[in-house]
């Protein structure tokens, strides 16, 4: 009876810190750096973009013009979604120019920075 109660309680406690790991997870704040500078990687050289909104996880709208480095925030260590809109020339986004690119912070590499020039070239088109 009594190894029976261990393994109950054993079986709860593992319950309870799989679900502890699991929600800071998916609530933790993860910071990485975007950058709108000219990219390049062997032979593919990609020059910054003018003006672009991006849009992470559909939070907050941020505008990075022609060499622009800024910070910005995703939640949790999941797949994440990066909405990168083209500017014109009075900062309203130009139909049809939007761009949808999914990654996961692990693909950012150590320092945690993504291009948006490389980011626009392999997102997908937004209808």
Known sequence: MKTRRFLVDLALMAAFVLLGWYCYDRGKAYDFIVQNTAYAAGAEKL??????QLTVDGGA???????DIDQTVAVGSGTHELRIDVLDLDDRPVPGQSRVFRFRLRELGEKMTLNIPFAYKSGAAVK
């Open 47 to 52: 020059s910054g973009m003018e003006a672009v």
């Open 61 to 67: 709208p941020k505008t990075l013009y022609d060499g």
